[in-house]
């Protein structure tokens, strides 16, 4: 049985840039523990070697990967956020898709009278849905 499961994103060079758009956009989001490749390490100097950082409560890994790989993001996987308020979700869509692509635009899809599908621009896939 595991003892915990964590949604993990690989980036090359963008996980820091993601976690402070991720804190910056997210009210109770913060990030949990953050360390960097050293000089000689694995990956180049200064990049994340592991964080993990929480949004409303679910903690994510993340880290720079120092291969390049690929592939990359793929909306098959997606953060699914339900917000309380179409203020919050408009927002949010702002910040999340500035740079990145909207695969839904936000509208009543009859499932939900408020929701959006985006890409940030590091590529990462978000559902936002108003609860």
Not at 33 to 46: S, V
Not at 73 to 91: H, I, M, Q, W
Request: glycine share 10%; charged share 20%; hydrophobic share 45%.
């Amino acid at each position: 049985m595991p003892k915990q499961v964590t949604p993990f994103l690989m980036f090359t060079g963008d996980a820091e840039r993601a976690l402070e758009l991720y804190t910056s956009l997210f009210d109770d989001a913060e990030v949990l523990t953050l360390t960097r490749f050293g000089p000689g390490g694995a990956g180049a100097e200064g990049t994340v070697e592991q964080a993990t950082f929480s949004i409303a409560g679910q903690v994510f890994r993340c880290f720079d990967s120092p291969p390049v790989h690929d592939f990359t993001f793929t909306p098959s996987f997606s953060v699914f956020v339900d917000v309380e308020s179409a203020e919050e979700l408009d927002r949010l869509f702002a910040g999340l898709s500035e740079g990145g692509g909207v695969l839904m635009p936000v509208g009543d899809y009859g499932f939900s009278t408020r929701f959006a599908w985006v890409n940030d621009r590091f590529g990462v896939s978000w559902q936002l849905n108003l609860a």
